[in-house]
């Protein structure tokens, strides 16, 4: 089971938009291969910034909506949101280092 919440096209804007923290939002598909390995990696990112980040999952097929309006071509995408706005983000499989290191420019 992921530590990260998930998040759809409905509860979007509240949980991500309007987080007082940063938030780390990895877009994801059941069928996607790369989703999968970089799943792990997002549960440990989760773990230890716990209470400094907040780390939500959103699966693109069942929710268009919010991949469509941020572009998102290919996943895994794993986008970076503070203070409402879209700061960052990173496409495919990454190691546990290149997102910690992303993130930290961000707390």
């Known amino acids: 089971m992921s530590v990260a919440a998930q998040v759809t096209d409905s509860t979007f804007k509240e949980e991500v938009l309007e987080s007082e923290v940063p938030v780390l939002v990895d877009f994801w598909a059941p069928w996607c291969g790369p989703c999968r390995m970089v799943a792990p990696v997002v549960d440990e990112i989760a773990q230890q910034y716990d209470g400094q980040v907040k780390v939500v999952k959103l699966n693109t097929d069942e929710n268009p909506n919010v991949a469509s309006q ?5 996943i895994p995408t794993l986008m970076i949101f503070k203070g409402g706005q879209r700061v960052d983000m990173v496409v495919g499989a990454v190691p546990k280092s290149t997102l910690s290191n992303t993130l930290e420019k961000y707390l």
């Open 70 to 74: 941020y572009g998102i071509r290919s």
